[in-house]
């Protein structure tokens, strides 16, 4: 089994940043990737930003492009989003998740960590 632990979300004023940390640890021989979406009150989850483990290319969603920073520690199995000029419409539960290798392509979440913009 995969387990992933986030932590870092919080309370912060509009303009402000946050960085949340997700680490994964477990049955792992390889990871493909890891990322974040989020689910805003009365919304769908939707995706917010993916890296690639092996290369690191990333990808985000055009909302949070410019703002918004993933990277990566492969030593730690662990993916870190970077949330700066936060806005009140990016309060949501942000989920991470992992893509990796186990006989087949396989994905496990997070139980997310709650981000609140507000003054």
């Known amino acids: 089994q995969v387990q992933l632990v986030e932590s870092g979300g919080g309370l912060v004023q509009p303009g402000g940043s946050l960085r949340l940390s997700c680490a994964a640890s477990g049955s792992i021989s390889s990871i493909d990737a890891m990322g974040w979406y989020r689910q805003a009150p009365g919304k769908e989850r939707e995706f917010v930003a993916a890296i690639k483990w092996s290369g690191g290319s990333t990808n985000y969603a055009d909302s949070v492009k410019g703002r918004f920073t993933i990277s990566r520690d492969n030593a730690k199995n662990t993916v870190y989003l970077q949330m700066n000029n936060l806005k009140p419409e990016d309060t949501a539960v942000f989920y991470c998740?992992?893509?990796?290798?186990?006989?087949?392509?396989?994905?496990?979440w997070g139980q997310g960590t709650l981000v609140t913009v507000s003054s």
């Open positions: 998740y992992v893509d990796y290798w186990s006989y087949n392509l396989r994905r496990s």
